[in-house]
Nanobody, 123 residues
Framework: QAQLVESGGGLVQVGDSLRLRCVAS????????MAWFRQAPGQTREFVAA????????YYSDSIKDRFSISRDNAKNTLYLQMNVLKPEDTAVYFC????????????????WGRGTQVTVSS
C-alpha cells in the first residue's frame, strides 16, 4: 500500500493561486495513475483531475478544467495540482489518490488515499 501525503493548502483570496503537492511512497510511482478529489463541507467527494502514470493522459472535471492543471514528477514521486483564479466554491479538503489501474475519474477505483489538505478561498 502506498502512503500519500498532501500539502500546500491554505487560506487565500478570490482570484489567487495555490499549488498542492502529494508525495507518494511505498509503490512504483510511475506505474500508478493519480488523481485529485475534493470534498466541501456537507458535500460528497468530487473528482477534480487525474493523470496517467507517464503523464500521457489527463482528465479534468468540467468545473475546473480551465483553471486547474494536474502534473507529476516521477523522479520525485510527487503529484501536483496548480490551481489558478480560485473561487469560493473551490473551498474544500483536497485529497490525492492512486490506483494501479488505468486513469479514471471514479473514486471507487482508487485504492490509496492521502488525508487531505484544506483549501479555503475567502471572498
Amino acid at each position: 500500500q502506498a502512503q500519500l501525503v498532501e500539502s500546500g493548502g491554505g487560506l487565500v483570496q478570490v482570484g489567487d493561486s495555490l499549488r498542492l503537492r502529494c508525495v507518494a511512497s511505498g509503490r512504483t510511482f510511475d506505474s500508478y495513475a493519480m488523481a485529485w478529489f475534493r470534498q466541501a463541507p456537507g458535500q460528497t467527494r468530487e473528482f477534480v483531475a487525474a493523470i496517467s502514470g507517464r503523464s500521457t493522459a489527463t482528465y479534468y472535471s468540467d468545473s475546473i478544467k480551465d483553471r486547474f492543471s494536474i502534473s507529476r514528477d516521477n523522479a520525485k514521486n510527487t503529484l501536483y495540482l496548480q490551481m489558478n483564479v480560485l473561487k469560493p466554491e473551490d473551498t474544500a479538503v483536497y485529497f490525492c489518490a492512486g490506483t494501479s489501474g488505468l486513469i479514471t475519474f471514479r473514486d471507487s477505483d482508487y485504492i490509496d488515499w492521502g488525508r487531505g489538505t484544506q483549501v479555503t478561498v475567502s471572498s
